[in-house]
């Protein structure tokens, strides 16, 4: 539904983020700290960096457009 106030949406949080809000966002849509979220992502990062560093340009380019 649209207008739903219970409804959690997917979206940059440029206030609580380091470079440009994906990892905040996604933790704010989880509900959780937005460090784990940072974590996994280095972490992630570390095994897989082109994947990785792909799906955060892809998923802030995407974001962005909301």
């Not at 609580?16 to 992502?41: K, Q, S």
Request: with cysteine; charged share 20%; net charge positive.
């Amino acid at each position: 539904m649209v207008g739903d106030p219970g409804r959690r949406r997917l979206r940059l949080d440029r206030d609580e983020g380091w470079l440009a809000g994906v990892c905040a966002g996604c933790a704010g849509y989880l509900g959780i700290d937005p460090a784990f979220v940072r974590v996994g992502a280095v972490v992630t990062a570390l095994f897989f960096p082109q994947l990785t560093i792909a799906t955060y340009l892809v998923t802030w380019l995407v974001l962005r457009n909301r």
